[in-house]
């Protein structure tokens, strides 16, 4: 169980990191090449850009626009932007770089209905499935408290890591040797060594004892001259 909650934590972990990366990248992008992210909320590009891919643009001149390039400009209506491939150009106002394009859908089989009149447009770089889907959900209340739920759960993930298993009987470590007490070196066969100092104490305690019954025999020969004396008769 632990083992799986640890696999779990680091899997999510591990996607969040990688999804704040990218946003981080995509937003840097934006400031220093002039970047535009857009949300792709139909198929008329599938399969090459399917609904619900971030698509990435950056601006460019009408007189910069080739046949066959994919572009996002303002819908001839000006109700909001269309990606479409472009299928012809025409310049219409050569000093002022203005042309007129006709666009059609990668799934459609026929052009877009109006013409596009134009200065400059969103070349396409490139897309990200699914981020688009993000991206848009991110603008809604729902979405800002999705945002505010899972950061409070990747950070409970982060504050929580789980123990650590632990090892099993029979792995544990066998303690190794003890180490050797130092020795003193032994002296060699030409080396000399003088009596040390425990050596003359028990010389010193062993004379003194060997002394002692010297004054034993003394004491008993002057018991017996004093006996001899008392028997010697008088003159």
């Known amino acids: 169980m632990r083992t799986a909650y640890r696999v779990f934590r680091a899997t999510v972990l591990n996607v969040a990191a990688a999804l704040g990366l990218l946003s981080i990248l995509v937003f840097t992008a934006s400031l220093a090449f002039d970047v535009r992210a857009h949300n792709v909320i139909s198929g008329s590009m599938a399969p090459g850009i399917p609904t619900g891919s971030l698509l990435l643009t950056r601006p460019v001149a009408a007189a910069d626009i080739r046949t066959g390039d994919i ?6 209506s000006g109700n909001g932007l ?6 012809g150009i025409r310049e219409i106002e050569s000093a002022n770089g203005i042309y007129e394009i006709t666009m059609r859908g990668d799934a459609n089989t026929s052009d877009d209905p109006q013409p596009y009149t134009i200065r400059e447009a969103g070349a396409y770089l490139t897309h990200i499935p699914v981020l688009g889907f993000v991206a848009t959900l991110l603008q809604t209340r729902a979405g800002i408290l999705t945002v505010i739920a899972a950061g409070s759960f990747l950070l409970v993930l982060f504050l929580f890591p789980g123990r650590a298993p632990e090892p099993e009987p029979g792995l544990e470590s066998e303690p190794g040797p003890e180490p050797e007490l130092a020795r003193e070196p032994e002296p060699g066969p ?3 060594s003088g009596p040390t100092p425990e050596t003359h104490v028990a010389a010193a305690a062993h004379g003194a004892h060997a002394a002692e019954p010297t004054a034993e025999p003394t004491a008993a020969a002057a018991d017996t001259a004093s006996s001899r004396s008392q028997r010697a008769p008088a003159p």
């Open 190 to 192: 030409g080396s000399e």
């Open 71 to 76: 572009i996002t400009t303002e819908r001839a």
């Open 82 to 87: 269309v990606t479409h491939r472009v299928t």
